[in-house]
């Protein structure tokens, strides 16, 4: 049967030259995924990295190392800059554009229309280009995905089937985490077979949270077809203009420290002198302080200067936030939802402080100190304040 | 000359499209035994990110004095919203879109009432504000996807902006964030119309005193319009916006949530030892393990 939808198509992200570390874990996760597919449906698709800037060529080539099939890029003085028309206008014209499609698959020229499924990172760009580029494409979009299964799917919807049994062949499932961290939803995108209202949704598309998945190392063996998109621009298309760019510190840094002291709901019975005897800990160990999700949607009427400070999504540590190595990592009234241990696990020590042995975080942890943190605290800047003054002069 | 100019320049219309959410604030939040949201016993609000996007547009109302319209699609009780908006940003016309048919939809089909509703506002719009997202879930698509179908320039993450009201352009700085590496501050100039989704560290700022004074005189107007608010809504059936169908709710929703589960608890991947906090000897050993754990990984 000849299908009007193939491939998996990743929209990649670089900056000066270099992919965005994203781009490169989303080729390993299309490349396992299409692999499985392939020896399950005995097919032949093909992971499709699409790439736009100015001179790219030598970029483009690299995807294919890091595990691409092939690779469509369009290169354009226009496209150096990322400005969201122009680039959601080139990839949507890619992805319906059919001599790229029949330069991967001669064979499948005649039928095939669009990519069956296409990826985005979950960053300030693919964000909302993967937003934009849908709308235009009119299919669906999950965002912020951290997990993905290809199934057969037998179901009858009263709106997509219209209460008929039908089954989705080679349905892209898509998990994606809530904002606890403790439950995922799956999405799906699916044709509209209603009799009353039938429209095909394709691509199956997401936006890929950055940090789940893990990059292929890059093989200089691997071979595959680069081919040149020459995009149509509308000088409609170019009206934002990029005045100036500069790079700007962030006041929370987790690159450098040695040490983090993280805080969450467990401050909950006394916000603020909770709040502050983490950061009198912070600075006896010189740590930076991060913050559980929960947290950044500021739940506790608290000194506007406190909340500024630390209740903000820049803190936050978890898959939707920072992901740190700290030497060490000092967990005070943190639960351990997942999307908080995604973000600290590759810690070295792991000391949480928890009234609740059943809490979660114990499993992810060298030491459970058992106990409230307003108890637990004070004890140990006593302690370390008698133990690390020393340390500190080297 | 400047005010003969001001005058004859039409004015700036603005739009913010908003949404109610779970109260995520201690005492209005309730979360089940098993750390989820209890949707049933939290209340709702104004999201924080609508809310940001309404100070955004009373921003525009100080400055260029212009007109501020908000939007909705909730159920009738998102009203609330509506008033609360209000009071940010002094908004004389509220909108709510409201109908069974709309239930379940999607980002995009919930981007097509907003696209069909903004058309129905007063006057015809040169900015839309939308949060950077909600806070329960929702994707932050809703804003792209809605500026995309009404054919404005989508600008994300913006931080400030200023309008020149002669040339009907806006100046603009965005806060553009990526996987390893520093934040980068952009500034990027687009003439009207622009869509904008404001960025969470957003923050207005009237620095002479002709500002502050308009800022006063605009907040006590909003008071009084939020007082009687229900004088300046409106609310839309499918049929009232005139929607296609098909575009909207469960039809034009090219998703749906299949399942819903628990994140199946990670397998254990430390073996902790459990101590009582209330040791002092206890917390003595705790504190000598941090210290050889950051010493033995300096030397390397």
Redesign the interface.
């Known amino acids: 049967m000849a299908e009007k939808y193939r491939h998996l198509y990743v929209v990649i992200?670089h900056?000066d030259g270099k992919f965005?570390?994203?781009s490169l874990e989303m080729i390993g996760e299309a490349r396992r995924l299409i692999d499985d597919f392939n020896s399950k449906y005995s097919s032949n698709e093909k992971v499709v990295a699409v790439i736009l800037g100015h001179n790219i060529h030598d970029l483009s080539k690299q995807l294919i190392e890091y595990g691409a099939d092939a690779v469509i890029y369009a290169d354009n003085p226009e496209l150096k800059?990322v400005r969201?028309?122009i680039h959601?206008k080139v990839i949507s014209q890619i992805a319906q554009d059919t001599k790229s499609l029949s330069e991967i698959e001669p064979e499948y020229t005649q039928d095939v229309k669009r990519p069956r499924y296409m990826f985005f990172?979950a960053?300030?760009?693919g964000?909302?280009l993967?937003?934009?580029t849908?709308?235009?494409l009119?299919?669906?979009?999950?965002?912020?995905i951290n997990k993905l299964v290809i199934e057969d799917?037998e179901m009858s919807?009263?709106?997509?089937t219209g209460g008929a049994k039908e089954t989705y062949g080679k349905t892209l499932?898509m998990y994606?985490?809530?904002?606890?961290?403790?439950?995922?939803?799956?999405?799906?995108?699916?044709d509209?077979r209603?009799p009353?209202?039938r429209?095909d949704?394709h691509p199956q598309s997401c936006s890929i949270i950055?940090?789940v998945f893990e990059s292929l190392k890059q093989d200089s063996s691997r071979k595959g077809k680069i081919i040149e998109f020459t995009p149509t621009i509308d000088p409609q298309d170019l009206?934002?203009?990029?005045?100036?760019?500069?790079?700007?510190?962030?006041e929370v840094d987790f690159d450098t420290p040695?040490?983090i002291v993280s805080f969450g709901r467990g401050i909950?019975d006394d916000?603020e002198p909770n709040i502050k005897l983490i950061e009198n800990l912070a600075k006896e160990?010189d740590a930076e302080i991060g913050i559980t999700l929960?947290i950044s949607?500021?739940?506790?009427?608290i000194s506007q200067a406190l909340d500024s400070k630390y209740m903000?999504?820049d803190r936050v540590i978890g898959t939707s936030g920072h992901k740190t190595s700290a030497?060490?990592y000092?967990a005070a009234g943190v639960?351990g939802?997942?999307?908080h241990?995604m973000g600290m696990?590759d810690s070295?020590?792991?000391?949480?402080?928890n009234p609740d042995?059943e809490a979660?975080i114990?499993?992810?942890?060298?030491?459970?100190?058992?106990?409230?943190m307003e108890?637990?605290v004070p004890?140990?800047i006593d302690?370390?304040k008698?133990?690390?003054q020393i340390?500190e002069v080297q | 000359m400047e005010t003969t100019f001001h005058e004859s320049m039409s004015k700036l219309n603005i739009a913010v499209i908003i949404k109610l959410e779970p109260d995520?604030?201690?005492g209005n939040?309730s979360?089940n035994p098993?750390?989820?949201?209890n949707r049933a016993e939290t209340k709702n609000t104004l999201g924080?990110h609508s809310a940001i996007a309404a100070h955004a547009a009373f921003f525009g109302r100080v400055m260029y004095d212009a007109k501020v319209s908000i939007g909705t699609m909730g159920p009738p009780i998102a009203d609330v919203a509506l008033q609360q908006a209000q009071q940010i940003s002094d908004a004389e016309e509220l909108h709510l879109y409201s109908d069974r048919l709309f239930a379940?939809a999607?980002?995009?089909g919930t981007?097509e009432v907003l696209r069909v509703g903004i058309g129905k506002m007063q006057g015809r719009i040169d900015i839309v504000f939308s949060g950077h997202r909600a806070?329960?879930?929702e994707?932050?698509?809703t804003?792209?996807?809605t500026?995309?179908?009404l054919g404005f320039?989508?600008?994300?993450?913006v931080i400030s902006y200023a309008v020149d009201l002669k040339t009907r352009t806006i100046?603009a700085r965005r806060?553009?964030?990526?996987?390893?590496?520093?934040?980068?501050?952009?500034?990027?100039?687009?003439?009207l119309p622009v869509f904008i989704?404001i960025d969470?560290?957003y923050k207005s700022n009237y620095n002479t005193v002709s500002q502050r004074l308009a800022f006063q005189k605009y907040q006590k107007e909003a008071t009084q319009r939020a007082a009687n608010f229900k004088d300046a809504l409106k609310i839309f059936n499918a049929k009232e916006l005139g929607v296609d169908e098909?575009l909207v709710g469960?039809?034009g929703?090219?998703?749906?949530?299949?399942?819903?589960?628990?994140?199946p608890?990670?397998?254990?991947?430390?073996r902790?030892?459990?101590?009582?906090?209330?040791d002092?000897e206890?917390?003595?050993k705790?504190?000598?393990?941090?210290?050889e754990?950051?010493?033995a990984?300096?030397i390397k």
């Not at chain 1, 009206?239 to 962030?250: A, F, N, Q, T, Y």
Request: charged share 25%; hydrophobic share 35%; glycine share 6%.
């Open positions: 992200e900056e965005l570390p994203v800059d969201n028309t959601t990172a960053d300030s760009i964000r909302h993967s937003s934009t849908l709308a235009e009119e299919s669906g979009l999950a965002s912020d799917i919807h009263q709106q997509k499932e994606r985490p809530d904002f606890s961290g403790f439950l995922w939803t799956t999405i799906l995108c699916l509209n209603n009353a209202f429209r949704y950055p940090g009206k934002v203009r990029v005045l100036s760019r500069h790079i700007i510190k962030s040695r040490t909950k916000p160990l929960p949607k500021k739940p506790y009427q903000i999504p030497m060490l000092v639960g939802a997942s999307q241990i696990k070295g020590f792991v000391v949480a402080i042995e979660p114990k499993n992810e942890c060298d030491v459970f100190i058992k106990g409230r108890d637990v004890l140990l302690e370390i008698k133990q690390m340390t | 995520f604030s201690e939040v979360y098993d750390g989820t949201l924080p379940g999607d980002t995009l981007a806070s329960d879930g994707t932050g698509q804003g792209p996807q500026a995309w179908k320039t989508f600008l994300g993450n100046r806060l553009i964030s990526l996987q390893g590496l520093p934040n980068v501050i952009e500034e990027i100039e687009a003439p989704s969470p560290t098909t469960l039809p929703s090219p998703t749906i949530v299949y399942k819903v589960e628990r994140v608890k990670s397998t254990a991947t430390r902790a030892e459990v101590i009582d906090g209330s002092p206890q917390i003595r705790v504190v000598a393990k941090m210290k754990a950051l010493s990984m300096v």
